[in-house]
């Protein structure tokens, strides 16, 4: 197996001379191109479902949907590892997972590679990184970082601001927007910028500000038509995972309710009392007090009916979804207060925004919750680009765009080429109408965080418009294939069917030829 060290080895002197080569070209054309600032805005595990402009049954996102509605949308957009860290190495490099060697949320990043920051930086960019980061390794490449340490907590979190960590009270998506918009107010006015604004929020265990803990209380969210899948016709990889919404979800950490008698001596009921108290003992007697008037009618009510089996099934989902929900409420609320701010300073035409998200995330389709898995809720994400000098609006329905293509989109803004060994393209000419001829029609994708959380078993595949070819290895060998136009929901495994035998074998080979071409040996 190729390891970070021998990837980093075989690239650095060829990845740094490109880098070099690319500096030098962007600042010989600084002084007649217009270089837009660049504001990237990334939640963790936003699903593309609980955003309006993309779906409307679960939320209203008003102050998200500007984005949108000023610029571009895309449908078929994708991750390539879905899981925190390596999609946060990925966006930073352009290169997947196994080029850049964070295969998972094990790996120290390794931050001397070359990143689109460092770069930007070296171009004349004022550069900052602000909110989650989640690779281990202090940041490179920025002028500013203020970062959350590992997954960081809601309430009264700790920051690490330049190397010096200390803990400040409120409300963390309120905190990590409080310290943009002050690194924006501080900047200096005549050099372009490029800030990462990456938010905590929507991670689990979804705790909401005070302020919305009664927004949706009670309210019925629509249940998805699979919520109780039986994996009838997948691999043993679908029925063997840990990321069932009516078995895995912990009733005090993840819902938030006392816990049950019958658990409490359980090695699990256990481990869910004590990380529910490490994020409850955070809070200010102030904050705790609202928080419990909040969840007392909730817990009121869930003692009162004592839900069993698909019962408490359903009742722990429409839980979660409260919680989801009103948390990516205070994301919707704080990216308007740095869309308000761009068009209150006069920097709204001259600035490339983005928003999107690590990765999907399930919310009760097949049952789940969390990502990992190639099936559609995990691999899509929302991707919204707006940049009122070049970009008119639009909906992106047939290109294929991943997250190794942020980077190299970057770097064509800001006039600068690509390096040699970044993997993705530069989508500056589809976002301006123009897809180029050669534009990719399938995508590959890698997940390898097996064994560990959720135990969603190692596996690589390919999607196409309308298939996707699925390999699980490691303590398994299976494959599934699905017809996304006769069954996007991915309901119906027809590997074995006799009316698909002649598309396995192009799928197949499509698999093989996007291996070779990202340089892929690690399945």
Not at 94 to 107: A, E, L, P, R
Not at 141 to 147: K, P
Not at 346 to 351: K, W
């Amino acid at each position: 197996m190729m390891t970070q060290k021998s990837i980093n080895r075989r690239t650095f002197l060829q990845v740094s001379t490109a880098s070099a080569l690319a500096v030098t070209a962007g600042l010989h054309c600084q002084k007649t191109l217009r270089r837009p600032n660049i504001l990237f805005i990334m939640s963790d595990d936003h699903a593309y479902q609980a955003l309006s402009c993309y779906n409307g049954q679960l939320n209203e996102t008003r102050q998200i949907d500007r984005i949108a509605q000023e610029g571009v949308r895309f449908e078929q957009s994708f991750c390539t590892n879905s899981i925190c860290a390596p999609s946060r190495a990925t966006l930073l490099t352009g290169k997947y997972s196994h080029m850049n060697g964070q295969i998972d949320n094990s790996v120290r990043f390794d931050g001397s590679q070359v990143t689109f920051p460092k770069l930007l930086q070296a171009a004349g960019y004022q550069t900052a990184l602000i909110g989650k980061w989640h690779l281990k390794s202090d940041p490179t490449g920025f002028d500013y970082w203020n970062i959350l340490p590992d997954q960081g907590s809601y309430y009264n979190p700790d920051f690490i601001e330049m190397g010096m960590q200390s803990r400040r009270t409120g409300y963390v998506t309120d905190l990590t927007t409080d310290y943009a918009l002050n690194w924006l107010k501080a900047r200096k006015p005549d050099q372009p910028f490029c800030l990462l604004l990456h938010h905590k929020a929507p991670h689990r265990n979804w705790m909401p500000p005070t302020r919305y803990l009664p927004l949706l209380h009670f309210r019925q969210f629509p249940v998805p038509d699979n919520f109780f899948d039986a994996y009838a016709t997948r691999s043993d990889a679908a029925r063997q995972q840990e990321m069932e919404i009516g078995r895995h979800m912990m009733l005090q950490y993840d819902l938030k309710m006392p816990p049950l008698q019958e658990n409490a001596q359980s090695a699990q009921g256990r481990r869910d009392q004590d990380y529910w108290r490490n994020d409850y003992e955070r809070m200010t007697p102030e904050q705790r007090q609202a928080w419990d008037a909040g969840y007392q009618p909730v817990i009121e009510e869930f003692q009162t009916r004592k839900p069993q089996g698909r019962e408490l099934a359903l009742w722990k989902y429409q839980r979660y979804m409260e919680d989801y929900i009103a948390t990516v409420t205070a994301v919707d609320e704080n990216v308007g207060r740095v869309l308000d701010y761009l068009d209150d300073s006069g920097l709204t035409d001259d600035t490339l925004v983005v928003y999107t998200s690590d990765n999907g995330f399930y919310l009760g389709e097949h049952g789940w919750f969390d990502k990992r898995f190639m099936y559609e809720e995990s691999l899509r994400i929302p991707v919204l680009m707006r940049y009122p000098r070049e970009i008119q609006a639009t909906v992106n329905r047939d290109d294929i765009m991943l997250n190794i293509d942020f980077a190299p989109t970057f770097l064509d803004y800001a006039g600068l080429h690509a390096p040699v060994g970044m993997q993705g393209q530069s989508l500056r000419g589809i976002l301006s109408g123009h897809t180029p001829k050669d534009w990719r029609q399938s995508m590959y994708y890698h997940y390898y965080e097996y064994p560990g959380w959720h135990a969603v078993k190692r596996h690589y595949g390919v999607r196409t418009r309308r298939y996707k070819l699925i390999h699980f290895y490691h303590d398994i060998d299976a494959w599934e294939l699905y017809d996304l136009r006769k069954d996007p929901h991915e309901m119906n495994n027809v590997y074995g069917n006799p009316d698909y035998q002649s598309v396995i074998p192009e799928l197949k080979a499509e698999l093989k030829r996007l291996q070779e071409f990202y340089q892929d040996t690690l399945s």
